[in-house]
T-cell receptor, first 112, second 108 residues
Framework: DAGVIQSPRHEVTEMGQEVTLRCKPISGHNSLFWYRQTMMRGLELLIYFNNNVPIDDSGMPEDRFSAKMPNASFSTLKIQPSEPRDSAVYFCASGSRFYEQYFGPGTRLTVT | DAKTTQPTSMDCAEGRAANLPCNHS???????VYWYRQIHSQGPQYIIHGLKNNETNEMASLIITEDRKSSTLILPHATLRDTAVYYCIVREGNKLVFGAGTILRVKS
């Protein structure tokens, strides 16, 4: 298996633009997690899905952030409009047991 | 408040055992302890978890004290590739909340 796949790996955009991050989980995993990591705040859970259904989105910072999981093999995290403070590394992880999460390589987002 | 406390950083000589401590004095009776690590520029990686018995797998050993207030992750023969941030985690609801972790530097 190729592991969790994230795209793009790097994204540079201007403030106000829409950003869409993509994730393909490991086949057979029924849970999917989106995290954000910054130097200041560390690794934060934004939202997680179980069987394609959002279970907890309490970590989503504000309405500018939204996440979807239309099927078991694809999820998106969208930021609209983006702001410089959204600059971070965004990780997607999947798992069949919530404690054993397999992380993707991350997307490094820079908003100027 | 964080459920775990770990030293900020540790050094270890290559080939020696690395012992990473973690305090979790408020852990409840049915809560597991989970360990992850994050190598630079990569996503975190699951290592091991345990409840009250010592656990061992191909990556590491986990020793949990009898009162369960602390645990130690042991890498028996550390290599340079084990240099990473190691996170000790106690579940919070249905989430794994990653703290600051311990930066382990393995030196030759």
């Amino acid at each position: 298996d190729a592991g969790v796949i994230q795209s793009p790996r790097h994204e540079v955009t201007e403030m106000g633009q829409e950003v869409t991050l993509r994730c393909k989980p490991i086949s057979g995993h029924n849970s999917l997690f989106w995290y954000r990591q910054t130097m200041m705040r560390g690794l934060e859970l934004l939202i997680y899905f179980n069987n394609n259904v959002p279970i907890d989105d309490s970590g989503m910072p504000e309405d500018r952030f939204s996440a979807k999981m239309p099927n078991a093999s694809f999820s998106t995290l969208k930021i609209q409009p983006s702001e410089p403070r959204d600059s971070a590394v965004y990780f997607c992880a999947s798992g069949s047991r919530f404690y054993e999460q397999y992380f993707g390589p991350g997307t490094r987002l820079t908003v100027t | 408040d964080a459920k775990t406390t770990q030293p900020t950083s540790m050094d270890c000589a290559e080939g020696r055992a690395a012992n990473l401590p973690c305090n979790h004095s408020t852990i409840s009776g049915n809560e597991y302890v989970y360990w992850y690590r994050q190598i630079h520029s990569q996503g975190p990686q699951y290592i091991i978890h345990g409840l009250k018995n010592n656990e061992t797998n191909e990556m590491a050993s986990l020793i949990i004290t009898e009162d369960r207030k602390s645990s130690t992750l042991i890498l028996p023969h550390a290599t340079l590739r084990d240099t990473a941030v190691y996170y000790c985690i106690v579940r919070e609801g249905n989430k794994l909340v990653f703290g600051a972790g311990t930066i382990l530097r393995v030196k030759s």
